[in-house]
């Protein structure tokens, strides 16, 4: 018998957003005062992070789960 994943697409979806989201906030940091460049690149950290958890939850093999923060 061969084990069938069910993948919610919707996670999938939702972790692709909030990995863009990161990518625009590290983008945006470096044009910004050290405080606030600073405070930027820690919640792209934290979105990747939440990103990485959604892939997980979603069903996506571990291969292709993007590494988190």
Known sequence: MRDVLEIDAELVEQAHR?????????????????????????????LEFESWVSELQAGLPYDQVHSGA
């Open 18 to 46: 909030l990995r863009q989201r990161a990518q625009s906030l590290r983008s945006q940091a470096t044009s910004l005062p050290d405080v606030l460049g600073s405070a930027y690149r820690r919640r792209a950290s934290e």
